[in-house]
Structures are given as structure tokens and as C-alpha cells.
């Protein structure tokens, strides 16, 4: 765990980091000689077309996309903001947790980079993603539904019906790919965890997961201020340490914490 951790912080930008980090945590727990519980089950039948779909849509989303970027096309945002989040909803793991990050890179620190190459890049101010993150905690559902506000706001600037496009978008294109691939997946899983090697993985698999989340968790941390000399800094950890100790010791809901925290940031002067 504590090697996912690290390794989640330092190559973030690189998205294979994590298969490759989940195949060796499975690697590693097969060292042992836990033995796996002998349960006879009938072996499911494989729907080997929802593997196929979400393989071309992959690959065809990939494609227009670039098309649209190397071509300037006119409006190509909606395109290309399909393509991104379908992209993060396929490479994505450990939840929500680990996509809010995901995001963050992709829309709002990425831009910041090549926007003097690409002006037209889809881009979501650092703020508005900070807010987004503390409202999806508030919204009863999966975390994946700040998916449906980043696809607002990336298009926000295209006019009110093309905000409400984009946030449909967001929200199709990050539950797709893990809707067809859990179809996939599942009767392949419930054929392989009879096995000894597969059930010994579940362990590290476990554990790098958790990695992976606590190293996200760090690695959008790092451009909030904390350690700085500022009173946004004692700001920002008295924050974190009040909705620690109210979430672990008091019954409030989360809902009035994001609340709470929404109107703090909106009344005090970030500096």
C-alpha cells in the first residue's frame, strides 16, 4: 500500500501507472499460502460483444478526437470532452477518489501548459473544480456524478444549451465504459476466482487500490496551500481538521460540512 502510495504520487500523469501497480500487487500477495475456500460453481457464459463496443468506442472517440484537435474543427469541445472523460472512466481506478484528480490534471492543470499551442482545449477553472469536489461530496450518489458537473462546466462557455449538452455528455461518457466492462468482467471473475492465484491476488489488489487513493489524495493536496507562511494556509488545515474531527465524533450530515465549508470560502479571502 504504502508503495502505491508513493509511486501514485510521482507518476500521476502517467495513467498506465496503475494496471501496472495493480498487476504487482497481485504478484505479491501470490507469495503466500492462503488457501481459498473449495466452492463449486457453474461457469458463466462470456458476452464477449460488450468487450468489443467498449473497445471500439475506445478507439473511435480516441481517434475523432485527435482528428478534431489537429484539424481546429469548429466546436470541437463536445468531442474532445467525450473522449477525455470516456478515457477516465476506463482507466480509472479506486473510484472516485482517485477520478477527482484525474480531472483535476486533465482540465485544469494540463490547459495551463498548452493553452498557448491550444487555446481551444477543454479547460475548467482550478476553483470551480475545488467547488465541484466539495458539492459531489454533498450529493447523495456515486462520487462519479462530478463527471455531470465538469461536463457543465467545460462548456459553460458555449452558451446554456451547450452547458446542458456537456453535462449529459460527462455523465454518459464516465458510467459507460464501467457499465460495459462490469458486464464483461463479472461471469470471467466468477470463472477465475476458483483459482488459487486469483483468489491470493484479491489481497494485494486490495491494497494497492487504497494506495492509489491515499497517493490521489496527496497529489491534489500538493497545490493547496498548507505549509505557506499565508493565512489561507491555517485556513486550509483548520478546515481539514474540523471536518475530520465533526465527520468522526459528531452526527452532523456531510451535506451541511460541504455547506458550511461553501459558505467559508465564498465570505473569506483566499490570500
Known amino acids: 500500500m504504502l508503495v502505491s502510495t ?20 497481485g504478484v ?30 475506445f478507439v473511435v472517440a480516441g481517434i475523432l478526437s485527435a482528428i478534431a484537435k489537429n484539424n ?9 470532452l467525450f473522449e477525455n472523460t470516456y478515457r477516465m472512466g ?11 484528480p484525474m480531472m483535476y490534471e486533465q482540465f485544469s492543470v494540463r490547459p495551463e501548459a498548452i493553452k498557448t499551442k491550444d487555446p ?11 467547488t465541484g469536489m466539495g458539492i459531489v461530496r454533498a450529493t447523495p450518489g456515486p462520487v462519479f456524478s462530478i463527471a455531470s458537473f465538469t461536463g457543465g462546466m467545460a462548456l459553460k462557455d458555449m452558451g446554456t444549451e451547450m452547458q446542458i449538452v456537456g453535462c449529459l455528455i460527462g455523465t454518459i461518457a ?7 466492462l462490469v458486464l464483461f468482467f ?3 471473475w466468477n470463472n477465475l476466482k476458483k483459482y488459487a492465484a486469483v483468489y491470493r491476488s484479491l489481497e494485494g489488489l486490495n491494497a494497492v487500490v487504497v494506495g492509489i487513493m491515499v497517493g490521489s489524495t496527496f497529489y491534489i493536496m500538493k497545490d493547496i496551500s498548507i505549509i505557506e507562511a499565508k493565512t489561507i494556509s491555517l485556513l ?36
Request: aromatic share 14%; charged share 10%.
Open 6 to 25: 508513493t509511486v501514485t504520487y510521482f507518476f500521476f500523469k502517467q495513467p498506465v501507472i496503475f494496471p501496472i501497480l495493480i498487476v504487482l500487487g
Open 28 to 57: 505479491a500477495t501470490n507469495l503466500s499460502l492462503k488457501r481459498i475456500p473449495q466452492v463449486e460453481q457453474k461457469p458463466r457464459k462470456i458476452k464477449w460483444w460488450n468487450f468489443w463496443l467498449f473497445g471500439i468506442i
Open 72 to 80: 481546429d474543427w469548429p466546436n470541437r469541445k463536445p468531442i474532445n
Open 90 to 100: 476506463s482507466l480509472v481506478f479506486g473510484g472516485g477518489q482517485v477520478l477527482m
Open 120 to 130: 481551444n482545449v477543454v479547460q475548467i477553472d482550478e476553483n470551480d473544480m475545488y
Open 174 to 180: 464516465i458510467f459507460l465504459p464501467s457499465a460495459l
Open 186 to 188: 463479472f461471469p470471467i
Open 236 to 271: 486550509n488545515v483548520g478546515v481539514i481538521a474540523g471536518t475530520y474531527l465533526l465527520l468522526s465524533y459528531t452526527r452532523l450530515p456531510s451535506p451541511v460540512i460541504v455547506a458550511a465549508c461553501l459558505a467559508l470560502g465564498f465570505f473569506v479571502p483566499v490570500t
